[in-house]
């Protein structure tokens, strides 16, 4: 019988929002595929550049984007606080995205 070391919990989304803003001059950090979906540049610079709709994703706190070329998982600043007071890690790498 195998004995448990330690407690893990995986997470399924079913949150998935179309909210990216392609407008308002962020266009030097991403750029449109041949089948419309959007690759960006995955560094700070590049994601701290693209800038997503409130209006869409509203009150949601973790969701998915729909419309990127790799998995763009974003968390809201009340989940991040929640998660380091509660002493939890993040990703190494989150960045601060543009909320317009």
């Avoid at 763009?72 to 989150?94: H, N, V, W, Y």
Wanted: aromatic share 16%.
């Amino acid at each position: 019988m195998a004995q448990i070391l330690e407690s893990r919990c995986t997470c399924g989304f079913w949150e998935y929002f179309d909210s990216f803003f392609s407008g308002d001059g962020h266009e030097k950090s991403w750029e449109r595929s041949e089948l419309g979906y959007i690759r960006y540049e995955d560094n700070k610079a590049g994601i701290s550049e693209l800038a997503f709709r409130k209006t869409v994703f509203g009150t949601a706190h973790l969701w998915r984007e729909r419309r990127f070329t790799s998995l763009l998982t974003c968390f809201s600043d009340e989940l991040q606080a929640a998660i380091a007071e509660a002493g939890l890690r993040m990703p190494k790498k989150f960045y601060r995205m543009k909320e317009v």
